[in-house]
């Protein structure tokens, strides 16, 4: 069995987008870049669950990208990093900002001495799609 050549990536401003191609039945990864504040979810004020929202324009590029290969809740498992802080987790599309959101757990904040407000600069990657 022979595979076809990993896709090559092009820089769209501050994203780097795979040219789609399948390997395997998946999509090359995609590694968005970018700046955003940290906003607490205002229906769970009380459990601070804070995010940070992608950019909308990249957001509706990377929709396209997985169509129908999105999981539960339309989220996309991605590999997330913010300074020397790496995790995996999932981001999420949220219809009022026309936006995927990245959760950012506590201990990532507290590692990295980031509080709701504050604006970081943040690299997502998309992995199992």
Sequence with gaps: MSFAPLPSHRLCGRWWLAEVSYRRGMLAPVIVEFESELWVWAARRDDSWTFVSLPVDESEELRELVGGLARGFGSVRVRAAIGGSNWRTSIFPDAARRCY???VKKA???AEKLNPGDTTLIT???VDV
Excluded: G, M, Q, W
Aim: aromatic share 0%.
């Design 101 to 103: 959101v990245l959760p």
């Design 108 to 110: 990532i904040r507290r």
């Design 124 to 126: 997502v990657e998309t």
